[in-house]
Nanobody, 122 residues
Framework: VQLVESGGGSVQSGGSLRLSCEASGRVSDINAMGWYRQAPGKERELVAKISSGGNTDYTDSVKGRFTVSRDHAKNTVYLQMNSLKPEDTAVYYC?????????????????WGQGTQVTVSS
């Protein structure tokens, strides 16, 4: 699975951005997709994720401001970010999880995009 992100950039506080992530390769094996971010000096954290069935989950700091969605036909996951704050500044990474089932065991494999910079100025 390969992931290519787009849509990052610089905006002022209160502005909006929309991130896109297109998957290619064995896309039929993808289960959940989502977005993580990593700010300088901090650990990578989950921002939002969406299951193959459409169930979503958000980190508390973005609830009500960010929306994750998925277009199965385009193999693309989106992150609509509204009311952006300076603390949202980070590199945002797309993530896809493939669930593997073998005779012996089951396990997940995570794939990552290259990251896209989001900068919010006050």
């Amino acid at each position: 699975v390969q992931l290519v992100e787009s849509g990052g950039g610089s905006v002022q506080s209160g502005g909006s951005l929309r991130l896109s992530c297109e998957a290619s390769g064995r896309v039929s094996d993808i289960n959940a997709m989502g977005w993580y971010r990593q700010a300088p000096g901090k650990e990578r954290e989950l921002v939002a994720k969406i299951s193959s069935g459409g169930n979503t989950d958000y980190t508390d700091s973005v609830k009500g401001r960010f929306t994750v969605s998925r277009d199965h036909a385009k193999n693309t996951v989106y992150l609509q970010m509204n009311s952006l704050k300076p603390e949202d500044t980070a590199v945002y990474y797309c993530n896809a999880v493939v669930h593997i089932v073998t005779i012996e065991r089951q396990f997940d494999i995570s794939y990552w995009g290259q990251g896209t910079q989001v900068t919010v100025s006050s």
